[in-house]
């Protein structure tokens, strides 16, 4: 069965604390790998999409990786304003329907 | 960017009332629409797939009867909450793939909108 795993549940990090959000998947075939910001009472904005192994994309503090089994989401020396849910998705076996994980909360001490 | 727009933001109506929930696709065009819901402190949970000009499918569990959804245009899908009650109030949140969008495969990053804050009272 296809499926999405997301460790920890929660983080809290002191602002300039970097560290690593965990992304797990089981899909037989990875058609692409979804990271997305989620703020409270908002939807889910787009980050990154990765699609094979090895491959890294950056955004300001943020950088995603992907290898054949998971992917990290690296946050380096984090702000305040970085606060927030942060979902990964894979789309299903022979589907376009995404597959989430449950997130990571992420909290941001100044 | 992709943009995807929801209205409305925020209904608060009484029980047994419908409510219509649009979802737009803004700067691209969409021959599939997502609906979801998230309860809170939880992840999305989708509803339905919406496709332009044919019938919506739904996932397991959700009443079809419920929920209606059209997909009346390339740019536009509808949900509807018939005769609402309390335990539908929700975060109903609508998701469009991507068409083409520099940076992207054909059709293979969804974008989200806003959502829609139901509470019926």
């Known amino acids: 069965e296809d499926q999405v795993t997301q460790s920890p549940e929660a983080l809290r990090l002191q602002e300039g604390e970097s560290s690593s959000l965990n992304c797990s998947y089981t899909v037989s075939g990875l058609r692409g790998l979804f990271w997305y910001r989620q703020d409270p009472g908002k939807g889910p904005e787009f980050l990154f999409t990765?699609?094979?192994a090895g491959e890294e994309k950056e955004k300001e503090r943020l950088k995603a990786t992907l290898t054949k089994k998971e992917s990290f989401l690296h946050i380096t020396a984090p702000k305040p304003e970085d606060s927030a849910t942060y979902l990964c998705a894979v789309p299903g076996d022979n589907t376009d329907k995404l597959i989430f994980g449950t997130g990571t909360r992420l909290q941001v001490f100044p | 960017g992709a943009v995807v727009s929801q209205h409305p933001s925020r209904v608060i109506c009484k029980s047994g009332t419908s409510v219509k929930i649009e979802c737009r696709s803004l700067?691209?065009?969409?021959?599939?629409m997502f609906w979801y819901r998230q309860f809170p402190k939880q992840s999305l949970m989708l509803m339905a797939t919406?496709?332009?000009?044919?019938?919506?499918?739904?996932e397991q569990g959700v009443e079809k009867d419920k929920f209606l959804i059209n997909h009346a245009s390339l740019t536009l899908s509808t949900l509807t909450v018939t005769s609402a009650h309390p335990e539908d109030s929700s975060f109903y949140i609508c998701s469009a793939p991507s068409s083409g969008l520099a940076g992207d495969r054909l059709g293979d990053t969804q974008y989200f909108g806003p959502g829609t804050r139901l509470t019926v009272l």
């Open positions: 700067d691209f065009q969409a021959t599939t």
């Open positions: 990765l699609y094979s």
């Open positions: 919406s496709n332009e000009g044919s019938k919506a499918t739904y």
